[in-house]
């Protein structure tokens, strides 16, 4: 029919890898412009939230199309790069678009509530206030409030500097009419900015490096810990600004947002802007619409943030790139880093890849010339790098864990004033329960296998039993449920049993155990280095520790329990080991105070501890590059992991084996390029009472692997045995549990 409007092609928030046609709400036609609105629309006895992802021919006469409910924006959410860099990603990752684009939105937005208002709000005396002050009681919080806002109105933040629990004394006053909340610019918040320390010349040359890019250029920045990376990041984002741009800064943990927005607000001069799932829904959605309506001209964010609207951007940094929180490991698996430099090349902006223990991959690229490799290799201002050595505990008694010659070394530390951190990488009071008397160990029902048990951690003091796998819970049994002994006995240590040491033996100053148990409540890991601050006292926890934390007056770091992680069959295990255990040690010796490093082992001469103690990260990687290049792992070949469970053992292997049919299929004569290893079962077999396996797919060239997933994908959604099982695909993937 001629002129007949266009359909809606509808991206819907579903496991299914296919667009959704309707007709346009019959008093709102479809446009072209349309691409990238959220729109209602009716989806069997439900109602959805989706996005239209095109515009497609009118239907036939006869067709039988729903009509959509409504358009929910007047303009669409998602346009020019977004939308195109998020379309890229669902053909990378093999997911529904639909899935995509969702995962892309912020909660409340998913939901279909309207882009949020972005303005700060502040507090002024009324003309009522101004009058009845003098006859407010002194030094009552009301009086103290009305004073703050008699010398000038100010905006919440910074009452929220100037005056504690003031919002019970604003509410108190806005009842009697004598102040009152008014709407400001968010432009209007930001402090005016401080300056720096001067830089060091390598430093200069980073920030020189970044001024003279031109368009899309990847950096790697490589720099030491304590070495002054943030400052470099700070330089880059001022010029960013100066030229009228956006800056978007990733970070890998909540808990350092905190610690780098202070810094961040009070050098730049403008109001910088979190997205991280600390934040409540409202607070997500409100940093997000910032964004897309070009307010936000920082922001700084955990992994989600990589999807934000940068209509003016400028910069992307990536601090601690190689940190494994960048990957989702459920729903998309995508990773933020390697997003970020796809949306970098498409906006055409540079972007800045941070870390003292670079991933292979990304040194690798830098090596061959994809990165500008920028280096600093000594610390910032007078600070020198720690010493370290390494503490050899065979045949040593040991009390919880701890050598007596790590704890006169703590002992001495605390002493001389200074901090100490212990780094034990395993929460809880100890990873298992056992009987003293038959051998019997504490399992997890839902986790173990006939072959393979999953242990239950002790937690609580020895109270309860934990499976960090599926979380499951229940109390330490009063005896052994195969013999009747009372001899049961926690083995080996966790963060809970050395905090009960450290807390005997250190009674003169404060121990705070950080680790997830620990910082579970908002803002809870910055309450407790706050609660430490500069005095003398012990730090304990786990890899939290090891994250860009900026300790001024460590001078100890104990390194325990890391023998476990020298051996495992996984490729990656070594670098992140390495990696762990570089970032770790350069928390100490950051100021004026010389560090010292102490790992405690009982294998002293592994190859790994020796080539990090005498030749540093960038010998590490020099030798597990090569041995990476001769095995055929990755960066040297792609990989794509097929995973499946269900409550049946047979399943998921019998639909892995279906699959294995489609790629090579889809493979044709040119199998050869493509190496598919299993169905075998999962390292970890069952989780949370499902049976898993998986199935590798490998090949030298990526593009000759993504051809071979296209091609087989829609057969693995088709197939009988996909109905009976939980399925998804990994691309690059990082574990391999």
């Known amino acids: 029919m001629t002129g007949a409007p266009p359909i809606l092609r509808v991206a819907l928030p579903l496991p299914l890898p296919q667009l959704f046609d309707y007709r346009a709400p019959e008093a709102a036609p479809a446009r072209h412009e349309d691409a990238g609105r959220r729109i209602r629309v009716p989806f069997g006895s439900r109602e959805l939230v989706g996005v239209v992802a095109a515009l ?80 407010l009681r002194k030094g009552g919080r009301p009086r103290r409030f009305a004073d703050l806002l008699a010398a000038a109105p100010r905006d919440e933040g910074a009452l929220d500097d100037a005056m504690e629990a003031w919002r019970a004394a604003a509410r108190a006053l806005d009842k009697r009419g004598l102040v009152e909340r008014f709407a400001i610019p968010a432009s209007q918040v930001a402090p005016a900015p401080q300056p720096g320390p001067d830089l060091n010349p390598e430093q200069q040359a980073a920030v020189d490096a970044l001024r003279s890019a031109q368009g899309f250029t990847p950096h790697l920045l490589e720099g030491v810990t304590g070495s002054g990376k943030t400052e470099v990041y700070l330089h880059a984002i001022a010029d960013c600004l100066a030229r009228g741009r956006q800056a978007l800064v990733l970070v890998p943990e909540i808990g350092l947002t905190p610690q780098m927005l202070g810094r961040f607000r009070a050098r730049l001069g ?75 090349k498409a906006l055409d902006v540079p972007v800045v890849l ?248 009982h294998h002293p001469d592994h190859p790994l501890l020796q080539t990090l103690i005498h030749g ?22 792609h990989v794509a992991l097929l995973r499946a469970e269900a409550k049946a053992a047979a399943a998921p292997v019998d639909f892995l084996q279906a699959a294995r049919d489609a790629l090579q299929a889809a493979a044709g004569a040119r199998d050869g390029e493509l190496l598919l290893h299993g169905p075998v079962p999962a390292p970890m077999p069952r989780r949370a009472g499902m049976h898993r396996a998986q199935l590798m797919i490998e090949s030298v060239d990526r593009r000759r692997l993504h051809a071979v997933l296209d091609g087989a994908m829609p057969e693995l959604y088709a197939v009988p045995a996909a109905r009976r099982v939980r399925w998804s695909l990994d691309v690059d993937p990082v574990d391999f549990y």
């Open 270 to 344: 403008v109001p910088v802007h979190a997205l991280h799932s600390g934040l409540n829904d409202t607070e997500r959605a409100r940093a997000w619409a910032a964004a897309w309506r070009g307010e936000a001209r920082v922001l700084v964010g955990t992994r989600s943030a990589v999807f934000v609207p940068l209509p003016h951007a400028g910069l992307i940094v990536v601090d601690e790139e190689h940190d494994g929180s960048y990957k989702q490991q459920d729903g998309i698996r995508y990773h933020a880093r390697d997003f970020a430099l796809v949306r970098g």
């Open 56 to 135: 497609g021919a009118p239907d036939a006469p006869g067709t039988e199309l729903r009509t959509a409910l409504g358009w929910l924006d007047e303009a669409p959410m998602f346009h020019g790069e977004l939308l195109a860099s998020l379309e890229w990603l669902a053909r990378y990752v093999h997911a529904p678009l639909g899935e995509v684009l969702a995962t892309a939105l912020p909660a409340a937005l998913r939901r279909g509530e309207p882009l949020p208002a972005t303005h700060a709000w502040a507090w002024r005396l009324t003309e009522a206030g101004a009058t009845a002050l003098s006859g």
């Open 354 to 601: 941070g870390s003292a223990t670079p991933s292979l991959e990304s040194l690798h690229n830098a090596r061959t010339g994809r990165y500008r490799h920028l280096s600093l290799t000594r610390r910032a201002g007078e600070a020198l790098p720690p010493r370290v050595h390494v503490l050899d505990v065979r045949k040593r008694p040991l009390d919880a864990g701890l050598a007596p010659e790590l704890l006169q070394a703590m002992r001495d530390a605390v002493d001389a004033g200074g901090q100490v951190l212990v780094f034990k990488n395993r929460r809880g009071y100890a990873p298992v329960l056992v009987c003293h008397d038959c051998g019997w160990s504490a399992q997890c029902r839902r986790c173990s296998t006939t072959t393979k048990g999953a242990p239950m951690t002790v937690h609580g003091g020895g109270r309860r039993l934990q499976c960090h796998h599926c979380g499951a819970r229940r109390p330490v049994p009063q005896a052994c449920p195969d013999c009747a002994s009372l001899a049961l006995q926690p083995q080996g240590t966790g963060t809970e049993r050395l905090e009960e040491l450290l807390v005997q033996r250190f009674r003169d100053v404060p121990v705070v155990r950080i680790d997830r148990g620990s910082t579970r409540r908002k803002d809870a890991l910055q309450r407790r280095f706050d609660a430490l601050g500069r005095q003398p006292g012990v730090l304990v926890g786990t890899q939290m520790l090891a994250k860009g934390h900026d300790l001024p007056n460590l001078t100890l770091v104990a390194v325990v329990g890391i023998d476990e992680g020298l051996f495992s069959a996984d490729f990656r295990a070594s670098e992140k080991l390495a990696q762990l255990l570089v970032q770790v040690s350069g928390r100490a010796g950051r100021s004026d105070k010389p560090g010292e490093v102490v790992l405690q082992t």
């Open 616 to 637: 540093g990260y960038r010998a590490f990687a020099d030798e597990e590059l090569r041995q990476r290049e001769a095995a055929g792992f990755p960066p040297f070949a």
